[in-house]
């Protein structure tokens, strides 16, 4: 009988870390797992552990050179020549430093990835979700934005090669999702949806409009690059009015997501003033839309997400609600706060030096709101129209 929703989860991917400094910190899936735990909402039999990806797997996407120099480079005591070799592959002192087993930890994401769309697109299960996912900004022979290994592209690619299935892949993270797009740039079976920050202020500086794809790929790929400071309400309307028509007109057989959590007001890496509601909607659409068209396929991945005490939690933990179909996500409401379970609360509460909010969704009147607010939407919406142009 296939199941509703499994979770992918390898320990293993919580060997992914930089340093101790680094934003990029895994501790925010502990938390997310704790919570979800704490809920009652993840039970061990939704929980499947799934292999490392082997080599030929991230050779679908990755350059043989590249998979070997970060090999080198997992080293606990790389060669000189290792060492000279980083800053070529983007694995330096910069965003993404190289780190002891790097290799595994990364391969482990990917491995995650390409299970949960074998979950799917098998029929073992409905929907999929792993957490540990979505590193989407790895190019082909570079590593970049704290991404070693792309996940996604590799997971993708799996589909594309074992099942001939046409792929939805649509990225929420706020940074546009570059690497995934450049890997089926010319494809046009796989359609890149990114919703993101506009690169002119932001990280990696792409996902502009104009970006359509290329080749037989020309209109598989659309971009909507947002506004600095762009509120639930502007973004809830772009998101929704291009993925219901991209949907429509591309008729995917599966839908792979992004799930990156820092388009909200309080991520310390991006200029968006979104609130946690957006992280209730955004799947639920995804969801309904996965039923509509694509007899439930959904794969949903993590990414980005660098409040890790107030935001990340509570967002994936929506996210697999949603998946799993628990009436909660459906009862909440901004205009109803719904508690955070206490016993949680007590657990991460002495961690932080902050205040850790206590309900599920936020309070609009805590975050307030940002001026120009106005001017932002009406230039989302020209953007907006901009974006659909060439939708095939």
């Known amino acids: 009988m296939r199941r509703t929703a499994v979770y992918i989860y ?47 797997e991230i050779r679908r996407i990755h350059t043989d050179e590249y998979i070997r120099t970060v090999l080198a480079l997992s080293s606990p005591s790389p060669s000189p020549e290792a060492i000279r070799m980083a800053e070529q592959y983007g694995l330096d002192e910069g965003d993404t430093p190289f780190f002891e087993d790097m290799h595994r930890s990364a391969a482990a994401i990917v491995g995650g990835s390409i299970e949960a769309c074998e979950q799917v697109m098998s029929g073992r299960a409905l929907r999929a979700v792993h957490l540990a996912g979505g590193l989407h900004h790895a190019m082909n022979n570079k590593a970049g934005g704290f991404c070693v290994y792309n996940d996604a592209s590799c997971a993708i690619a799996a589909i594309r090669e074992r099942y001939d299935a046409r792929v939805l892949y649509v990225d929420t993270d706020v940074h546009h999702g570059d690497g995934v797009q450049w890997s089926f740039y010319t494809d046009p079976e796989v359609f890149t949806f990114s919703i993101h920050e506009t690169g002119r202020y932001l990280f990696p500086g792409t996902g502009a409009v104009n970006e359509r794809g290329e080749g037989e790929g020309f209109g598989t790929c659309l971009n909507m690059p947002v506004e600095p400071y762009t509120e ?12 219901e028509q991209t949907v429509a007109r591309f008729r995917p057989d599966v839908i792979v997501s992004q799930h ?56 994936w933990s929506l996210l697999w609600m949603t998946a799993a179909q628990h009436p909660l996500v459906e009862q909440l409401s901004p205009d109803t706060p719904t508690d955070l379970p206490q016993d949680w609360l007590a657990r991460w509460r002495p961690q932080y030096a902050g205040s850790l909010p206590t309900t599920w969704l936020d309070s609009l009147h805590e975050l307030g709101t940002m001026p120009r607010r106005e001017e932002i939407t009406n230039k989302n919406r020209q953007t907006r129209e901009l974006a659909r142009l060439y939708l095939p």
């Open 232 to 243: 639930d309400e502007s973004w809830m309307e772009s998101f929704t009015e291009l993925l």
């Open 10 to 56: 390898n320990e293993q991917t919580l060997r992914y870390k930089f340093h101790d400094t680094h934003p990029f910190r895994q501790d925010r899936l502990i938390m997310t797992h704790d919570l979800m735990r704490t809920m009652g909402t993840l039970q061990d039999q939704d929980m499947i552990r799934p292999v490392e990806a082997e080599i030929e």
């Open 260 to 315: 990156g959590c820092d388009a909200h007001a309080y991520d310390p890496l991006a200029h968006v003033y979104c609130s946690m509601d957006i992280y209730r909607r955004m799947p639920l659409l995804i969801r309904q839309l996965a039923d509509q068209y694509c007899e439930g396929r959904w794969v949903a991945l993590g990414g980005g997400g660098y409040d890790i005490w107030r935001v990340v939690p509570r967002a």
